[in-house]
């Protein structure tokens, strides 16, 4: 069994949506309104603590609609409360922490 941790939440459609991390799987997902579509947010570690930060998808209806934020924030708060190292290879992570300069992240970046 894929071992989950319920990590925030937001609403779509008046649905509140759960942001998952499958520590597993390496992934950070959102089950949109109950149905099979997913967002997801994949890393691997790189090193023994460092993970790499590698690929967020929205599937195309639900962009626009602020759910890679949501994963994007859980994969840093994941970073900073593991005291982790990160490499940001996925330019929507890149993009997310520049949008939201919080100290605790910059301390966990490789630059």
């Not at 309104?33 to 997801?40: E, P």
């Not at 994963?71 to 290879?89: G, I």
């Amino acid at each position: 069994m894929a071992q989950a941790a319920q990590v925030n939440v937001l609403e779509i459609n008046n649905s509140p949506i759960h942001v998952e991390h499958d520590k597993k799987r390496r992934q950070f997902v959102i089950r949109l309104n109950g149905s099979h579509d997913r967002a997801v947010l994949l890393y691997e570690y790189v090193g023994k603590k460092t993970v790499d930060l590698q690929h967020t998808e929205v599937p195309d209806a639900y962009r626009g609609r602020g759910i890679a934020k949501h994963l994007a924030k859980a994969a840093m708060d994941f970073v900073v409360e593991e005291d982790l190292k990160a490499h940001l290879t996925c330019w929507y992570i890149q993009k997310y922490v520049k949008e939201n300069p919080q100290p605790q992240y910059f301390e966990h970046i490789y630059q």
